[in-house]
């Protein structure tokens, strides 16, 4: 099988934060297996084409507007939808640089 673009996402999302990938095999034989096995994280990896720009956008934000003592993120709210169902993005390198080795 050749080296698709979400296999290289998925085995690098595992070596940064200290996880190994499922594979789509061991995923058809348990179903609901993550796509990065972690001791606390569970990792679900998209890869796209692009992200939308408004997205992005949200994110730079909140990273301009952090201070070093401030956690940048950019929380989504669906309307009509529940609080708790809200989104949490930030950048794996400011994941990374606040959570050091998961």
Not at 20 to 47: A, F, M, W
Not at 68 to 78: F, R
Request: hydrophobic share 30%; net charge positive.
């Amino acid at each position: 099988m050749s080296d698709r673009n979400w296999k290289r996402t998925e085995r690098e999302t595992a070596r940064r934060l200290g996880g190994s990938r499922t594979g789509v095999n061991r995923q058809r034989e348990t179903p609901g297996l993550p796509d990065v096995q972690h001791p606390y994280l569970s990792i679900e990896c998209k890869h796209r084409k692009s992200l939308p720009v408004w997205l992005k956008a949200a994110v730079s934000q909140a990273q301009a507007a952090a201070t070093p003592d401030k956690l940048p993120i950019a929380v989504l709210h669906e309307l009509h939808s529940r609080r708790d169902s809200d989104l949490v993005v930030m950048t794996l390198r400011d994941f990374e640089d606040w959570h050091g080795d998961t």
